[in-house]
């Protein structure tokens, strides 16, 4: 019998075979959560309670353990840059978020500085002062937050970041369940406004998958994580529909590593697994699994 110790070890062994089996560096992770340990943990609690964002879905935390380990493990598995992705869920959040984050990513100099937002009254202000200091993510959760992305309150902000090129992670797919903005029609709304934002669409924009691969193919500033999409656990509820994988082969340029980490129900390889059994080949996977991040973050 292994310790759990011994465990996580091998795995970061296979993680790193698997990049260094690709000829890369290493991994950049666009989506991974570090928050304030309270925030944390209470979306640990929503997780542990099937709470109705998660799709009532089963979703034992793999990675559930204290922040220098978490740090750890991603050291260990290999990935050079990661980014704290926090979400605000009300008005009156974010601010204290983005300090935590800018605190966070001048102790662990890995990690993408990250910071947020949220329609509400400074918004523009807060957001240009996390840029000031250094900003080089946003994370915008639409279901989580429950708000509209085209909310006038947010317009001058989206052109704020768009100018700055400042890429942001959004969360606004439909998966695991819907909230009362996802979905590609609000976003669509924003990018009309803004189409030099660039925008990641977290998780692939499931299970809306081709409706965001048409705004990625019509906008060239859009771009996907791969967050949680095509594992095992996603395709039994959300799959992927095969016949799209021409188009994601074709905007191979514009796919980003993202995992979830530490907040997904099985081990981090597995993530990278899947993406190799798309069967896209390894000049996609070293695209996705770290050049396109490099490129884009000037790593
Ligand atoms: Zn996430």
């Given at each position: 019998?292994?310790?759990?110790?011994?465990?996580?070890?091998?795995?970061?062994?296979?993680?790193?075979?698997?990049?260094?089996?690709?000829?890369?560096?290493?991994?950049?992770?666009?989506?991974?959560?570090?928050?304030?340990?309270?925030?944390?943990?209470?979306?640990?609690?929503?997780?542990d309670?099937?709470?109705?964002?998660?799709?009532?879905?089963?979703w034992?935390?793999t990675?559930?353990?204290?922040?220098?380990?978490?740090?750890?493990?991603?050291?260990?598995?290999?990935?050079?840059?990661?980014?704290?992705?926090?979400?605000?869920?009300?008005?009156?959040?974010?601010?204290?978020?983005?300090?935590?984050?800018?605190?966070?990513?001048?102790?662990?100099?890995?990690?993408?500085?990250?910071?947020?937002?949220?329609?509400?009254?400074?918004?523009?202000?807060?957001?240009r002062?996390?840029?000031?200091?250094?900003?080089?993510?946003?994370?915008?959760?639409?279901?989580?937050?429950?708000?509209?992305?085209?909310?006038e309150?947010?317009?001058?902000?989206?052109?704020?970041?768009?100018e700055?090129?400042?890429?942001?992670?959004?969360?606004?797919?439909?998966?695991?369940?819907p909230?009362?903005?996802?979905?590609?029609?609000?976003?669509?709304?924003?990018?009309?406004?803004?189409?030099?934002?660039?925008?990641?669409?977290?998780?692939?924009?499931?299970?809306?998958?081709?409706?965001?691969?048409?705004?990625?193919?019509?906008?060239?500033q859009?771009?996907?994580?791969?967050?949680?999409?095509?594992?095992?656990?996603?395709?039994?509820?959300?799959?992927?529909?095969?016949?799209?994988?021409?188009?994601?082969?074709?905007?191979?340029?514009?796919?980003?590593?993202?995992?979830?980490?530490?907040?997904?129900?099985?081990?981090y390889?597995?993530?990278?697994?899947?993406?190799?059994?798309?069967?896209?080949?390894?000049?996609?996977?070293?695209a996705?699994?770290?050049?396109?991040?490099?490129?884009?973050?000037?790593?």
């Open positions: 019998m292994s310790s759990p110790h011994a465990v996580v070890s091998e795995e970061a062994g296979e993680v790193r075979r698997f990049w260094s089996g690709l000829g890369l560096p290493g991994l950049i992770d666009v989506h991974t959560h570090f928050m304030p340990e309270r925030v944390l943990h209470k979306v640990w609690d929503y997780f309670a099937n709470g109705p964002l998660t799709g009532g879905l089963e034992p935390i990675y559930r353990k204290e922040e220098a380990e978490r740090i750890a493990l991603l050291r260990g598995f290999g990935v050079r840059a990661f980014t704290s992705m926090l979400y605000p869920h009300k008005p009156g959040m974010a601010r204290w978020l983005n300090d935590w984050a800018a605190d966070f990513a001048r102790r662990a100099p890995d990690c993408l500085h990250t910071a947020t937002l949220y329609p509400e009254p400074g918004v523009e202000t807060y957001v002062r996390a840029l000031e200091a250094g900003a080089r993510v946003f994370k915008a959760h639409v279901q989580v937050g429950a708000y509209d992305p085209a909310d309150r947010l317009r001058q902000t989206w052109g704020l970041l768009a700055a090129g400042v890429p942001v992670v959004m969360h606004c797919g439909s998966g695991p369940a909230g009362k903005h996802t979905g590609t029609e609000p976003i669509a709304r924003v990018l009309a406004r803004h189409p030099k934002l660039r925008l990641i669409v977290a998780h692939m924009g499931m299970p809306e998958y081709e409706e965001f691969l048409d705004l990625a193919e019509r906008y060239d859009v771009r996907l994580d791969t967050t949680m999409a095509f594992t095992d656990f996603s395709e039994d509820f959300m799959p992927f529909p095969r016949r799209a994988l021409p188009r994601l082969a074709d905007l191979g340029e514009r796919i980003l590593l993202g995992t979830d980490f530490p907040n997904i129900p099985y081990p390889l597995h993530q990278l697994q899947v993406l190799e059994r798309l069967g896209l080949g390894p000049a996609w996977l070293r996705v699994c770290h050049d396109n991040a490099a490129d884009l973050f000037s790593l």
